[in-house]
């Protein structure tokens, strides 16, 4: 388990009946989860002074009720800076518990004593580029949402990245990787965060359990002679940090050797000191 434990600006205030409480800077936001399917003996008063709570509509989808937000607002991690928009669907832009796969390919980048190139696939509004770029490595940024892909230049320009070799590319995932594939073109590193669901490029629906084998083996024939790391993240509760460790198993370590390992990301609940599981990531290293 990887817990993203060293947050400032984000706390996870406590968890009860099917929701978060979670402070962004400033503000408190009520989130629904699904993986909180306890209830809370004793609430802490701060969910009766919350700025905005997000209700599921039963017809599908929600909206953010009692909303005294602003439009956006920022909070940092570490030297990164970050916009936080509440939009459709609960988001706020920003995944919190990332922060502990940030840490870990950082250090990596930071240490490999060359230049490395990288590939973040499914790259939403850039935390995982942002991070990259600030340990030095080169990024191509890719996402098939070109406002999401706007959002991530803002991100990195109020890092101070503004000026960091990282290409932003709008395009389906699947399909930017097959030409590259096509065109020789060869990364360091990957990073991978596709969703559970997705639409394909002529508006076909796919399930990530459907496709998450042919992604991986793919993109892995991207990485260089002389790879660094590959990241593969999931939110798919089907998918199990073993079965994903068995697809970085056939695909990556088997051609590279290394080391892998799998397991689920976490953030810790204040008000109990218990830890929220957030979803599950599968780490490939060349050490």
Not at 88 to 102: D, I, R, S, V, Y
Request: hydrophobic share 40%.
């Amino acid at each position: 388990m990887w817990v993203a434990d060293k947050w400032k600006d984000y706390t996870l205030l406590d968890t009860s009946e099917g929701n978060r409480l979670e402070r962004w800077g400033e503000y408190i936001l009520v989130r629904p989860d699904p993986q909180v399917i306890w209830k809370t003996p004793e609430k802490v008063p701060e969910w009766k002074r919350a700025n905005a709570r997000y209700e599921r509509s039963s017809s599908g989808g929600g909206q953010w009720d009692a909303n005294r937000l602003p439009e956006s607002w920022k909070i940092r991690y570490g030297e990164l800076t970050f916009l936080i928009r509440p939009m459709g669907f609960k988001h706020t832009g920003l995944f919190p518990e990332q922060a502990a796969n940030w840490d870990w390919f950082s250090e990596l980048i930071r240490n490999a004593g060359r230049p490395v190139k990288v590939l973040n696939l499914f790259a939403y509004t850039g935390g995982a580029t942002a991070a990259a770029a600030k340990a030095g490595a080169s990024v191509v940024h890719v996402d098939a949402a070109k406002n999401m892909v706007a959002q991530a230049r803002e991100n990195l320009a109020l890092s101070g990245l503004a000026d960091a070799p990282v290409r932003y590319i709008v395009d389906d995932c699947m399909k930017f990787v097959e030409r590259e594939i096509r065109r020789g073109n060869t990364y360091d590193a990957v990073i991978m965060d596709p969703p559970s669901y997705g639409r394909g490029p002529n508006r076909e629906v796919w399930k990530l359990e459907d496709c998450v084998d042919a992604l991986v083996e793919r993109s892995s024939r991207l990485l260089s002679g002389d790879p660094l790391f590959f990241l593969v993240n999931s939110y798919t509760t089907g998918l199990s940090p073993l079965t994903m460790q068995y697809l970085m198993q056939i695909h990556v370590a088997s051609r590279f050797g290394g080391t892998l390992e799998s397991g689920e990301l976490a953030l810790p609940v204040k008000a109990t000191g218990g830890l929220l599981p957030c979803g599950a990531s599968s780490r490939w290293s060349a050490r």
